[in-house]
């Protein structure tokens, strides 16, 4: 008959080898064929200068902003953002605000009558991602139609043409994923590094 420091003995072991294979082993294996099969998204799908320097990551959104939080014209603009003081990664969140919240409400008449001063355009033709944060408050994505609304006012405040930033624009399109999830989108900051290539010419 066992006795109660054998049973606790082998508990110990099982305890000691579970923590070694599940623990240890298993973390080792996944994390290692992560970096094996898909190296860039297991380190953050981070996005580069083409000097090499890192400017930040695929997956979430930033803020092209000076500091007194005035978006800077030469940029294209991310959506909004609730995430702690906006694009906060340790705080990813919606405003979680229906849609009759009367400071939803209030924040989005503001946010759409800024947008259309800033673009120089009427406000209904101000695109709905424009005026709200997505869930995660991380989205670095905005709609072809956000970046086109755009393109007139980056292309002054640069003194590149028109027609130039909107094929810009045109390549940097994203479709819909496996051709039929989601809606085609444009990832701002990736849009931003491409301009950047293209006003040095």
Do not use: C, K
Not at 75 to 88: I, L, T, V
Not at 129 to 138: F, K, N, Q, V
Not at 150 to 163: F, I, S, W
């Amino acid at each position: 008959m066992r006795t109660l420091l054998q049973t606790h003995l082998t508990a110990l072991r099982a305890l000691v080898v579970a923590t070694l294979v599940l623990g240890l082993g298993y973390t080792l294996l996944i994390t290692g064929a992560a970096q094996a099969l898909l190296p860039a998204q297991a380190n953050g799908s981070l996005v580069r200068e083409p000097e090499g320097r890192v400017v930040g990551s695929a997956l979430i959104g930033q803020s092209w902003s000076d500091e007194q939080g005035e978006p800077l014209p030469e940029w294209f603009q991310s959506r909004p953002s609730a995430a702690g003081d906006g694009y906060d990664g340790g705080v990813s969140s919606g405003s979680n605000l229906g849609p009759e919240n009367e400071d939803l409400i209030a924040s989005i008449e503001e946010r759409r009558a800024a947008v259309a001063a800033f673009e120089g355009v009427d406000p209904t033709d101000v695109p709905a991602d424009a005026l709200t944060a997505s869930g995660s408050g991380l989205d670095p994505h905005i709609s072809p139609a956000y970046a086109q609304l755009q393109v007139a006012r980056v292309a002054e405040a640069r003194g590149l043409p028109e027609a130039e930033v909107a094929a810009l624009v045109e390549r940097r399109i994203a479709g819909r994923d496996l051709g039929f999830l989601g809606d085609p989108s444009v990832n701002v900051l990736e849009l931003n590094l491409a301009l950047d290539e293209l006003a040095r010419g």
